[in-house]
Structure formats: C-alpha cells, structure tokens
C-alpha cells in the first residue's frame, strides 16, 4: 500500500539562503549606525533633535510602504529588494557630506525608504518559496539571519567608531549594502507576472494603502512595537549613564537572546496557532520592559536586554506568520506593508514622545519603559478580548 504522506518541502535551499544572507548584510548596514548616532548628533549641536533619529527614518519607511506593496505584487519581489539595498548604500556615502543637523536629519528621511521597501518584499518572497505549514518556521530562520545584522551591526559599529572614526562606520555601512545588493542580483524572481516597470506603478487608490483583512496584526504590531522606539532613543544613553562605554552592547545582547528562541518559537507558532504564541510573547514583553527599567547597574541592563530579545523573538515570527494567513495571497505584499506601516508606526512614535519627553533628564527613562510595558499590556488585553469576541459571534 502506497503512503499518502507528502514530503516536507525543502525550505533549507540556495534561493532561501540567499534571501537570508541578504537580509543579514542589509540589517547590520543599517542597525550599526544606530547607537553612535544619538551622540554624532550632539556633536553638531542638535542634542534636542535626537527623537528624530528613529522617528524619521521610521516616518519615510511607512510611507513608503504602500508603495512597496504596491511594487512588490506587480514589479516583482527581487526588484523590491534591491531598491532597499541601493538606498542604504547611497545614504553611508553622504552622511560624511552632509555634516550639519540639517543635513542629518534629511538624510535620516532618505534612509528610512530602504526599511520601507526591503523587509515589504522579503516576507512576500518567503511566503511565495514556502508551503503555509511552514511560513512560521521559515519566518523565524529568517529572523535569525536578519536578527544576527541587528546584534553584531551595533557592536561593529561602536568598535569601529572607537578605534577608526564615526566616517568610517558610514561607509563601512555601505560597504554591507553593496554585499546586500550582490546578492540579490542572483535570486531569482518568484511573482508569476512581473509587469512592465511605468508611472502609473505609483499611483495609489485607497485600496492600495492598507489591507483590511490584516487590520489584527497591525493593531498587535503597532502596540508592541512603539516600545521599541522608546528604546532606540534612550538606551544608549541610558548604558552611558551605568557605566557601558560600548553603547551597541544592548542591542547585542538583545539581539542574540532573541536567535536563541526565533527558531523554536516560529515552529511552535506553525504547531500550537499564531495566537497562542503571541499572547505568551505580549506576557514576555511586558515582564522584561519592566525589568529593564529597574536595572541599576550592568547586570540589570544586560538581563532586560535578554528578557527584551526572548520576548521579540517569540513575537515577531509569530506575528509576521499571522499576517500572512490573515492576507489575500494576490496582495501579501500590500498585506505585509500593512503590518511594517504600523511597525514604523510605533517605533516613529515611541521615539518622538520618548525624545520629548526625555531632554537629557536620565531619571525620565525608567518612568518611559514603564509606561511602554503598559502599551504593550494594552495589546494583551486587545488579544484577549477578541478572541472572546470571535468565540461570542462563533467566528472562526
């Protein structure tokens, strides 16, 4: 008698592996500018500027994601990618030119198109090379790669900024793009009918700019992500303030703790249902923002920067997954722009009240990660009242 098991579908192929070296070039070119930029900024006297650092690469990432949505389900994934790539290399190369607050800050708007455009692309790319019984564990490998930017980014770009100059740090910024954008020249596209490249690409309906259907996710991304903004801003001050002369040591630790579960946590989202996952990982965030603003000292820090990591890395595939199965598969890539247009949402916004409120007083940061442990509080309680309210109107 013949079997009627299909085989797992290989995930662990070239194309997959490109995708994920890929992102993990794009993510450390941009993420290891992130801690020696508060202090670049102050250096040329805009220290009252420094909650626009992330609030306006975060503004021009979501505004541009109706775009890259758009882009994405007609032009094709690949090319999506890449104009991610050309935007972060071009920006390492003018941030030395471009040396006043002025200049900076429109800079930091130009760079945020490449968040706005890449990530958008990728996870469409995913969910196309992916069978869906395994979009959380593809997700959660992806993670990884794109998470391992994120830690050893801020590390390299603290040591090179100690031992080099802040100059160089930009260009070995862009130095990771190019690498990036080699890379996708080799992937090969995955949209069925790639159209044509016109104008008319760029004009936006209503229907264009937001998905509907993944309004849940968007509602969970944009809460649990604004305290993520706040902590862009402050912690790099705030490990000054405790004695961590390696500002990027944070974003390492978080970083890392978050590899060590993304996996794990991707493959149980596939098992046990997005929701569950999520709501353990909403509990996780709450608990560790609260830790993090009771550390005193190294230790302290470096554990919340742990709790932070374990907490985002059962969330984010969880969540990314989730969007996924909420989307119409002719419109992942406006799907997915939905879900990133809150995700800058929230950071844009966390590190504008956070900047504001901030103004240097160092006690006013526990009192901000406080605060954003009860925003993200909110979002548990929005996943709990809804699926009691899909289980009252017998929704699946």
Not at 98 to 104: D, K, M, Q
Request: some cysteine.
């Amino acid at each position: 008698m013949q079997s009627t098991t299909q085989p797992k579908h290989p995930i662990y192929n070239l194309q997959f592996g490109l995708l994920c070296l890929s992102s993990l070039l794009f993510s450390a070119s941009f993420n290891m500018l992130i801690p020696e930029l508060p202090a670049y900024l102050s250096s040329m006297g805009g220290s009252e500027y420094k909650g626009l650092i992330i609030a306006l690469f975060t503004l021009t990432a979501g505004i541009s994601r109706p775009f890259s949505g758009k882009l994405t389900d007609s032009l094709g994934r690949v090319p999506v990618m890449a104009i991610g790539s050309i935007v972060c290399f071009v920006c390492g190369f003018l941030y030395p030119v471009l040396g006043t607050v002025a200049g900076f800050l429109f800079l930091r708007l130009i760079h945020g198109f490449s968040t706005g455009f890449k990530p958008t692309a990728t996870a469409a790319y995913v969910a196309d090379i992916i069978p869906r019984e395994r979009w959380g564990e593809a997700l959660g490998l992806h993670g990884i790669c794109f998470s391992t930017g994120m830690a050893i980014g801020p590390a390299i770009g603290s040591t090179i900024t100690l031992y080099y100059s802040i100059d160089i740090l930009f260009y070995v910024s862009s130095l990771f793009a190019l690498l990036s954008i080699a890379i996708l020249m080799n992937m090969k596209e995955t949209l069925a009918t790639p159209q044509r490249f016109t104008m008319s690409v760029f004009k936006l309906s209503r229907s264009d700019i937001f998905a509907v259907e993944v309004l849940p996710s968007a509602i969970v991304t944009f809460l649990s992500y604004l305290p993520y903004g706040i902590i862009l801003t402050l912690i790099p001050d705030f490990s000054v303030h405790l004695g961590i002369a390696n500002k990027g040591l944070f974003f390492m630790v978080f970083t890392l703790a978050s590899l060590l579960v993304r996996f794990v946590a991707g493959k149980a989202s596939d098992r046990y249902g997005r929701v569950n996952v999520i709501k353990t990982g909403l509990v996780l965030m709450v608990l560790s923002l609260g830790l993090t603003g009771y550390a005193q000292n190294f230790a302290g820090l470096m554990a919340g920067a742990a709790a932070i990591g374990i907490a985002t890395g059962v969330l984010s595939p969880a969540v990314n997954a989730w969007t996924i199965d909420l989307s119409l598969p002719e419109h992942r890539g406006k799907a997915m722009a939905t879900m990133y247009i809150a995700l800058e949402a929230g950071i844009g916004l966390g590190a504008l009240v956070a900047g504001w409120y901030y103004q240097d007083v160092v006690t006013r940061i526990p009192v901000t990660l406080y605060a954003s442990a009860g925003i993200v509080l909110l979002a548990l309680i929005y996943m709990l009242l809804r699926r009691r309210s899909e289980r009252n109107f017998d929704l699946s």
